[in-house]
């Protein structure tokens, strides 16, 4: 049986990052997935913020992980060809206390290592934020704050990864972990084991149940349930900033977000529940959202929504826990990544290459690393004449498939190629299904796709992998 | 079609028609129930046929170009459109411009039901058309949330493909269709409709597995102990279509924010002279023989507009 280097287990933004990383190096490396496809689990409900490291706390992980990887992302976003928009974040002020706590977020921020920082007034607030309510009498302008999409940079890094010779396993969970000696651990799961010397554990909401397996126990993943409300993309510039509220004791706050692909989105609320299953929104959810929200923006409205979701955030305790565990060697966890984790990425991943390296993995740079990876195509991204360019030379872009979005029939069977097995992976990756009326024209023509490209029965089509099958069968 | 037909026998020679889809027809191609052109054929006809009679008409007619899989991606306010096919990026400049674009349908995501999001939640039409084109059933016990038209065809239909339908949630005090058709889907097969009452929740991980229902009052608001729960692996969703009008919108015809519709004087006009709306983009019609004769009556404005120029 093959003996891996390092194996992975979980293929979230953590997971991907740290694959993408340590491809770097001349390792046999397998990422394991328990879902249909990377992304499904926490990464994919994420407000797709880079965060620019205000608000973490001094001398936490947090903290300095989020400062190095707010500039690590621009740099891997350029190689990989993904698309980051630094659009600034501006938190809202009401009052004259309420500037105090402005000010002592500044201070705390430069602590860090945050740049660029400054407080503005309302005359600046007029004239770069015309529709923020004019109860706003300042804010704190942190200029490094970005926006990405959170599953195209999964998509993205591991498909970077897997083209520098990682090896990735979907639909495989690990049911239990066995030790055979030091740095020799054997993987089971439902359909085979896998062999590894080491192991590193980014597995979002499960990570204490992998851990357990191990024997080490003393971290638990609690969720924290964050609904989201994406708006019509008629609204894209309603807000030139990411808008924040001054920061609560455990959340940052419900936000107006601008995100990678022009649609506004509000939210996230914050509720603890035990269930790691539970995915739902909630009518008290849309009450608080827009509640918070009218306040900062009067203009939107309830009436905007054209879709939303629910995240659940693996919370272990105040900070992350990346850590090797000297107790069984080879073995790194990398739990409880929350916000900042979608900014910190990138950086979690060069913590844990070396964590690994301080624990005996031998790190030997390849010569032919692949650094840059080809950008996606996306027609909707595309000015006119560009996109006349690229009709001549491949027909099959100018076959639209979802009209809502612009998308063609050839970024479909691409995304496909990629990777995609399922209607959400196809959203995700192309964006087909996600505008005004969410599938309710293309998703037949996409099952239809999706079971010739794969060659499955079209009865098999799913949502998001088994269990979630669209129809039950033909009619009789 | 009814449009560029009108057009044409009001003695416009220079025609094209522009359709997203492989075939023409439209909606219509998946309404496979009869009930349409009582009034305008004096006939009983099922979707399909009802569109034949325009296509044959069509295809008859050398002066009308017919492009098919054709995606408009840019409208301007001088009437210059730009369109996608296979192969081409095509730029027209039209003197008269006739919007036929019809309706999409309002999705479960826009009216806020709480719950989870698993399979089996499909906007009315789109299961409409996995079972009449796809030959697809997309579940075997049904709840349908409003009473519209789609809503209430398709709890027939699927009735008829051996499935149950367990409930038609509405929450008004009546129905939103026809009231033919609550008669024929509805009474004929015992399908129970709950007026004044609304879903509340979806439950389901991977699928849908139940609803919680509860009663409303006139304000819309909650009664309490009125709550109960259906399990079933299918929701629809008929609760009222949604003109198409964003390419006027980028053009810059003013748009009725309520409605969608475009916000205009006179029949079938908009706020840029030239640029018509008709069917059910200018309006949502209840009976396909409505929208056919408001086409018409666009077509002749449109070629009116450019014998006055």
Redesign the interface.
Known sequence: MKMYDVIIIGGGVVGSAIAHELSRYKLEIALLEKETELAFGVSKSNSGIIHPGTQNPPGSLKGKLCVRGNRLTRKIALELGIDFKEVGELIVAFSESDMEHLKQIKSDAEKLGVRGLKIVNKAWLTKHEPNLSDKVVSALYAPTAGIISPYRFVYDLSENAANNGVKIFTDTEVKNIKTAGKNNFELITQNSVFKTSYVVNAAGLYADEVSAMIGIDDFKISPRKGEEYILDK?LEHISNHLIFPLPEEHTKGILIIKTADGNPMVGPTAKEQEDK???????E??EEVFSAVKKMMPKID?KH?????AGLRPIAGKDFIIRHEDKVPGFVNVAGIQSPGLTAAPAIAEMVARILKDNGLKLKKKPHFKKHRRKTTHLFALP?KK??KL??ID??????VC??E?VSVKEIRDAIKRGAKTLDGVKFRTRAQAG??????C??RI??ILSKELNID??TV??????????????? | MAAAIAAYNTGIRDILLIERNNCLGGILNQCVHTGFGLKYFNDILTGPEYAERFIDKLKAIPEIEISLKSFVVNLAGDKVLKYLRFGKLETVKAKSLIMATGCRERTREMINIAGSRPAGIFPAGLAQKLINIEGLMPGKNVVVIGSGDIGLIMARRFTLEGAQVKAVIEIMDRTKGLQRNVVQCLEDFNIPLYLRHKVKFINGKDRVESVDITGVDRQLKEIPGTQFNIACDTVLVSVGLIPENELIEMAGVEIDERTNCPKSNKVNMTSIPGVFVCGNAYKVYDLVDWATRDSELAGKMAADFIRVK
């Open positions: 008629k299953e539970g995915h739902s929104t909630s009518d959810g849309i309830k929504v054209i879709t939303s979701f006119l996109l006349e009709i001549k027909p099959e872009y100018g076959d639209i009209r809502c612009m005004r009326c969410h599938g309710g024209f998703t037949c099952m239809k079209i009865t799913t949502k998001r992998g088994r269990g979630s099958e669209i129809v039950i069968g033909e009619l009789r």
